[in-house]
């Protein structure tokens, strides 16, 4: 039973059991393969082979008289044989059923199958003395169950002892060549006896005890064996003495050896040989073979043996067809259907994907997901992200290998079963020992910004005590973990931290886990130094376990070595909004920057869906992380870019009549004007001026904490490739490809393989956010440059490892674009060392609304990841409260709480926390801060969305108070004042006055260090 299911809607009535055994096997199985481009066809059983010897099928001399009969009374016979395991190609030899088919030349005559004349014949046996069923019935109802019913459970759950001997069969073998075969069946020996058939090894097995690297270790094995020694069969046969305990329609019943042993009547001698000269294996996958091609001595027994007879005749008979190989005695000519044209199924290469992959930080111990591998997945259920402790899960990347061939079209997946893998990864976290980041310094404001080293009083050789480099780790197989593969050797000033692990799944993909989230300092600094700004994101004596670096592979098909491309892996925080993506993502900058160096063309069409409405729905989205973007772009708010009603409209292209009145060609654009709108409503590309009124509403590279400042990188601008397809929908130049039932795929499962490469790399890349680089979430500004890469998503190696002290004690703007700067090749570390540090910094005090007499809630920095305010637990439950009143629901749904307030409580003796405080804070909890999950929503109701996602937090929140409140909200009169300064600060969710001031001082920092 192989591991392959073809799809049918047949129903199969096994009343007549071969004819349906003949439609599953060869119009189902074999043709939907070849149907599939599988070239050349294949057999639909034992189509993998190991490989075809030729040999002498020899006669004893010593033969008992009642035993020589027919072929046995010969002297011997040329053998072609060809050994096999019923399994797919691509698959490892590893516990599958092995077999062999034996064809003997110038044989006894007339055949009782065939032409009469052919003077081969054929035997077919396989590893195990008997069969999984009984009958030819049972045959056709086991193999409907998996193929029309697509699950062979409850066959087996009703039939046992089928289940017993199919597990029974996935026994591990450890050479074709040192196991024996059973002929299974019974057959005649003359007019009144009937025998079963074995042959017996001369050498012994040693099965291996896990399944070998090599996925094709038995044809390896075959090949060294023959080309070095000769190798021996006994032919052995067994008599029926007692009809009773020898049925002769029950395969599944052994005959006892006890009551009539085998006896060996002839010699199966391959000599030396080469088997992989050239067109031998290729002559043995063109021999049919069938137990039936004997003379009437030797008839098959069984309706399975009956059955037996048709079905390998009629997939014989396509094979060679399709293959163009004419029959021994051809008796019809080849009919020409259309037949699919062969795949190029040689793999000359692979590469691992995604090529850049993302871990994230948690404090569970063990428990672990796997992050995105599409760019929509299935929304996770409810406190998915956390333990039953409330501890946070980390995020794994995995990581898998595609082969490709020559043309460079992916012609599968590598795994263990295919192939033998070997991952190598290396990660280190060179943060202690980098520059300071003050901000991006790509950007034309950072002209004459100079930074300093971090920890810039440790000199000369002691600053390799601030690099945390573990070195490499290698591992190989499936469902490998342990000790010996944890990045938990490298040291921060003697002090040992962990930085994550290696395993590989069942397939032997690799996942790679990043640490726990750990920062610390060694000497207990504080995370920030109040009277020093720039300790803002450089922390001295500070590390934490972020991290990145090459992931790359060694793989062998079939013993032959092919080379890889590799891959990066980069630890990051957690993703508290994980369904949520930023307006531009990091996939988007960079397939901007591989347009601009012409690795990418620039498309000449734009597709709605494709290239317009993400960047609208986004804003939608983000309506559950920040409440400005739910004021305008939330349910049922003027620019909902997630009503269908609404998106019609926009999808809607220009469309040309002919006048009926003039006969003159008519230009209908009623939604024309609104396109336009929508495009003047966004910030252009490379802006002369800064206006923080246009979208998108987020912070650029060059804020200050003045949010009205003239800079234009003040606010963040649309992307070239982006403007361009706005451009166009905005003139009417796009195709409408948006249809309101599109569901896209969840999971990558529901891509087409040719497709997933490609997905793997953008969904990593998707929910990662570019922009602003402050310096950002996961990676940041030397991400836009080219220089960085080899080839799209694929970071640029460093053949040698940085120099100490090789940037000298400062960086400027013109040693990082030099082309000897930074920006080329990485080593271990190289991305994340750009990144603040600790990261708990960044994510406490990156927030919204640094002007509160502008606005309360924008403009804001990264709410896709961090978010500013959310949906709580305990407004949730109020809003699906159907007893309450209907305002107080909605009052419930249109609040909004800030992200941060339990890290912005007041501290035990009621002082407001400074932001080292508040660091602190997030340093120590923030696996407790909200994760915002999708939760069920309400039906049919235009001021409540069908999902609603709230937070998810380990804090304690006080539904009764809530409630409390919003009744008071709900009953009072409209205030007659502005709202207080400290008000309005805190709703913008800022602790305090002071805290506000402290946070827009850390924007106002110097240009240049001393």
Request: hydrophobic letters at 35%; charged letters at 25%; aromatic letters at 10%.
């Amino acid at each position: 039973m192989n591991k392959e299911h073809t799809q049918s809607g047949n129903t199969v009535n096994c009343d007549n059991p071969t004819e349906s055994l003949i439609d599953m096997f060869v119009h189902q199985t074999q043709k939907g393969r070849i149907d599939k481009g599988q070239c050349p066809a294949r057999r639909p059983v034992f189509l993998k082979p190991h490989g075809v010897a030729k040999g002498v099928f020899k006669i004893k001399p010593d033969i008992p008289e009642h035993l020589a009969i027919g072929l046995f009374a010969g002297d011997e016979y040329a053998v072609w044989a060809r050994f096999s395991s019923d399994t797919l190609p691509d698959y490892s030899d590893f516990k599958t059923t092995c077999g062999v088919g034996l064809k003997l030349f110038d044989t006894p005559t007339p055949k009782i199958f065939g032409l009469p004349e052919e003077t081969t014949f054929d035997f077919i046996m396989q590893n195990f003395p008997v069969f999984f069923v009984n009958t030819a019935k049972d045959m056709c109802e086991f193999t409907r169950a998996g193929l029309v019913n697509k699950n062979y459970q409850p066959y087996l759950d009703s039939h046992p002892d089928t289940a017993r001997i199919l597990d029974d069969m996935a026994r591990p073998v450890g050479s074709a060549l040192a196991i024996a075969y059973w002929g299974i069946l019974p057959f005649s020996l003359g007019k009144n006896q009937a025998v079963k058939y074995m042959l017996k090894p001369r050498l012994t097995d040693t099965p291996p005890h896990q399944r070998p690297a090599n996925p094709t270790y038995l044809a390896q094995e075959m090949s060294d064996r023959l080309a070095t020694e000769d190798v021996y069969f006994d032919f052995c046969v067994q008599l029926r003495t007692d009809p009773d305990s020898m049925p002769l329609d029950r395969a599944m019943v052994e005959w006892p050896e006890s009551d009539s042993p085998f006896i060996a009547i002839a010699e199966v001698h391959f000599p030396k040989q080469n088997i992989n000269a050239r067109g031998q294996a290729e002559y043995g996958e063109n021999l049919s073979f069938n137990i039936w091609r004997v003379t009437e001595e030797h008839k098959p027994q069984g309706s399975i043996a009956d059955a037996r007879r048709d079905v390998y005749a009629a997939s014989a008979q396509q094979r060679r067809n399709v293959n163009g190989i004419p029959d021994g005695e051809p008796v019809s000519s080849k009919p020409d259907p259309f037949i699919p044209p062969c795949k190029d199924d040689v793999i000359v290469r692979a590469a691992i994907h995604p090529g850049i992959g993302v871990a994230r930080v948690g404090n569970a111990e063990t428990a672990y997901f796997i992050g995105p591998e599409v760019t929509e997945p299935t929304p996770e259920k409810n406190g998915f992200y956390r333990t039953p402790d409330q501890s946070l899960k980390r995020q794994a990347a995995r990581f898998r290998i595609y082969g490709y061939n020559a043309a460079g079209e992916v012609v599968r997946e590598l795994t263990s079963e295919n192939a033998d893998i070997t991952w190598q990864v290396h990660v280190a976290n060179n943060k202690a020992d980098w520059f300071h980041f003050i901000q991006a310094m790509d950007i034309p404001e950072s002209r004459d910004l100079v930074v300093k080293r971090r920890n810039e009083a440790i000199k000369g050789e002691a600053r390799k005590t601030l690099v945390i480099d573990p070195g490499l780790r290698e591992i190989t197989g499936s469902g490998c973990c342990g000790p010996e593969y944890r990045f938990d050797s490298g040291l921060f000033k003697g002090q040992q931290v962990y930085l994550g692990e290696l395993q590989t799944d069942e397939d032997g993909r690799l996942i790679f886990l990043g640490g726990y989230g750990k920062s610390a300092s060694p000497s207990h600094q504080p995370p920030f130094l109040e009277d020093d700004p720039d300790s803002f994101n450089n922390a001295p004596d500070w590390y934490d376990d972020m991290s990145d670096g090459p992931v790359n592979a060694t793989v062998a098909i079939r013993g032959q070595s092919i080379p890889v491309d590799g891959a990066w892996v980069i630890t990051a925080p957690p993703n508290y909004a994980p369904e949520q993506t930023s307006w531009r993502t990091m996939y988007d900058l960079m397939v901007d920057v591989y347009t601009q160096n012409g690795w990418l063309a620039v498309p000449d069409t734009t597709l709605f869906t494709r290239d317009v409405l993400p960047f609208l729905k986004r804003f939608s989205n983000l309506q559950w992380v920040n409440k400005g973007f739910a004021a305008m772009f939330g349910q049922g708010r003027p620019m909902d870019f997630n009503d269908s009603k609404f998106i019609a409209q926009l999808a809607q292209p220009p469309q040309h009549f002919d006048s009926p009145v003039s006969g003159e060609p008519v230009l209908i654009d009623p939604y024309g004007e609104l396109r336009r709108q929508i495009l003047n409503s966004f910030r252009p590309f490379q802006p002369e001026f800064n206006d923080p009124r246009l979208w998108p509403w987020l912070y650029g590279d060059d804020f200050n904490g003045n949010l009205h400042e003239g800079s234009p990188n003040t606010m963040l601008a649309m992307p070239s490739l982006q403007q361009m397809h706005l451009q166009r929908w905005a003139d009417g130049h796009f195709n409408n490809d948006w249809t309101p039932d599109f569901k896209p795929a969840q999971s990558l499962n529901e891509v087409p393989l040719e497709a997933q490469p490609e997905m793997l790399d953008r969904a990593a890349m998707t929910f990662c956010l570019a922009d602003a680089f402050h310096p950002g979430c996961e990676l940041t500004w030397p991400m836009r440059h080219g220089s960085l890469y080899r080839k799209p998503f694929r970071i640029r190696q460093s053949t040698v490892p940085i120099r100490p002290n090789q940037w000298g004690a400062t960086l400027s703007q013109a040693q990082v674009l030099a082309p000897n700067g930074p920006l080329y090749g990485q080593v271990a570390g190289g991305l994340t060392q750009w990144m603040g540090l600790p990261w708990q910094g960044d994510t406490a005090f990156c927030r919204s609304g640094y002007d509160p007499d502008y606005d309360l809630y924008l403009p804001s920095f990264w709410p896709a990841r961090v978010p500013n305010t959310v949906l709580t637990e305990a407004a949730y439950t109020l809003v699906m409260d159907t007893s309450l009143p209907r305002d107080i629901r909605l009052s419930a749904y249109n609040q909004r709480a800030s992200w941060n307030r339990f890290v912005d409580q007041k501290l035990e003796n009621g002082d407001i926390p400074t932001t080292a405080d508040v660091m602190e804070r997030m340093v120590n909890e923030f696996s407790a801060q909200g994760i915002i999950e999708a939760r069920a929503g309400i039906k049919d109701d235009p001021a409540f969305p069908e999902v609603i996602y709230v937070e998810n937090s380990a804090y304690q929140e006080d539904l009764h108070r809530l409630k409390q409140t919003l009744q008071l909200q709900a009953g009072a009169p409209v205030a007659g004042k502005a709202l207080l300064q400290e008000d309005k600060l805190r709703q913008a969710g800022w602790a305090s006055e002071q805290q506000w001031r402290n946070a827009v001082r850390l924007r106002q920092r110097k240009r240049s260090e001393d």
